[in-house]
């Protein structure tokens, strides 16, 4: 029979945080007075209200339904493309949590009970109990007497009602709320004031070239869409099917759009907005899914980080490309989550942390803002900002500075973080009351999207590259990169010039002149050039697979016919090789 560890770990989690700051409050002050102050806080703090919501962490999935050879059952079409195209293997750590150890923890006990959160990528859930009175009994006797359970933890203390309708679907797949409507292939905005917001990173230039982020799916993790859904600027994105859904992970509210301060229409905005002459976002073509991890009630719980480690994993299974995330933990409410510190930065140890770094082996590339906490007590990046293989992003001031509040890096392992900067202040966005605004408050969560939405466009103009080279490009590319330091980190990226380096074929001023007509098209497609000999001619979807395609040549020397009359409706690339050099156009088939 195991021995029950659950009161064990709650105590010695809260008691080790204590200690843990009374020893940092020792070593950093020698005033005896301070010292006795904190002490006495330390004794006399409450605990807070117990804990009713756990994470239980199973040993194992043996005997799944579910089987990598049938990825389809958890995994979207566009998700197991993507895993073909940069050959990324299925795995175990893929496969849902066990759907029979579920209900084996739900049925445990007579008392009502229920799963909010899950991850099989940590093989754990969280299950919550209306009453707290019994809950940690039943805990622990769940630990000593069922053998795939190996640990728990306490994340939250909810006081809702219960829940009845069934939780969750464990085929994450969304299609898009509309169908495409066709957007035009000019990038050429006039961005008015909000130029501001991108030409640290020459970011309009990137835009001008042709790469907006058509094709690419940008995850968004906040708390807050506060009137998304209703504002007039953004009702061309709904209509272009640029919005393929939401979800809404905080218990008990079910509607992103509601509650709130309207964090997520802020920094949404930022990445998806085209206003002309006002405010052109930094990826204005690109789709996007938002997923809410935070309470929109100012309800700071370690659960929050089990939501987001749920999320990432959602975006996973959707096949998403880019997951911006203006969003990250330090302290909680209740003394007895609080259980980390600065020095447990190492993208290993926190939960949401681990799944951040799990995010770059699916192909997606995360950009988290690093934090605002320069100024208090915690000082350093937040999590999961410490995790590994991501962009952690710093703020600067418009001159390139850092901004004085920007949290410092590095990871408590000695990586260098944040990742890269860009601007968190005076930036242009859309407020929840439908305004566009210069917010003179700067913080991260400004700077992120920025980057995020540039990332998604270089992605879509280099798809040749996984997504951990895209992230090193982008790091190469800063201003300081090779001396790299722990508030900018590799400093403000280049986007432009990163593509102008690494583009497939020749630049836009070196192109021989093609034309590919008629342009959206419905069938064929006629390519010609009359002083040039067309030698071949390939046509590739969004995720850079090659289609089929029949093509001929016509008694002309330089027109071939290609007719893509069997492919689905959607945009294409066209490859032209020519005899001075590649061009790629861009093509509509309706």
Known sequence: MKTPRTAIRYTLHVTSY????????????????????????????????????????????????YSIGRPEEFLSPRAIAKRERFNIPVTEQDLPVNPQYIEAILNFSHEPSQIISKSKWDNSVVIFYPETESCHGIISDMLNHLSFVIDTLPVAYYKLPFRTEEFSKEKEIYQPQTSNSMLSSSCDYDYGKSIDNIKLHKGELLHKAGFCGEGMLIGVFDSSWRGYDTISFFKPLYENGQIWGTRDLVYGINNIYEMGSGHGTFTTSIMASAVEGKLIGTAPKANY??????????????????????????????????????????????????????????????????????????GIVLVNSAGNEAKTNWKYIIRPADAGNILAVGAVTMNGEAASWSSYGYSSDGRVKPDVAALGEQVWAINSAGKIVKFPVGGTS????????????????????????????????????????????YGIPDFYQCYLDHYIGVHENEKPEVSVYPNPTTGQLRITNYELRILEVEVFDVFGRKQKAESRRQKAEGEVVVDISTLQAGVYFVRILTEKGVVNKKIIKY
């Not at 933990?329 to 770094?357: E, H, M, V």
């Open 289 to 362: 899914f938002f997923i809410r991890v935070n309470s929109p009630l100012d309800c700071e719980q370690l659960i929050l980080e089990d939501l987001w480690a749920y999320a990432s994993e959602i975006a996973d299974s959707l096949g998403v490309d880019v997951v911006n995330s203006s969003q990250g933990y330090t302290t909680f409410d209740y003394d007895w989550q609080n259980i980390y510190l600065p020095a447990d930065n190492d993208g290993k140890t926190s939960i949401a942390s681990r799944a951040a770094s799990t995010l770059a082996q699916k």
């Open 446 to 489: 400004s700077a992120a999207p920025i980057i995020a939405g540039l990332s998604a466009c270089l992605w879509q103009a280099l798809p040749q590259y996984s997504a951990i080279e895209v992230m090193n490009l982008i790091r190469q590319y800063g201003d300081q990169a090779n001396n790299p330091d722990d508030r900018k980190g």
């Open 18 to 65: 204590k200690l843990r700051f009374l020893l940092v409050v020792v070593e950093r002050s020698r005033n005896t007075a301070f010292f006795f102050s904190a002490l006495l806080l330390f004794c006399f703090s409450a605990y807070g209200q117990n804990p009713n919501c756990y994470r239980i962490t199973f040993s194992d999935k043996n005997n799944s339904p």
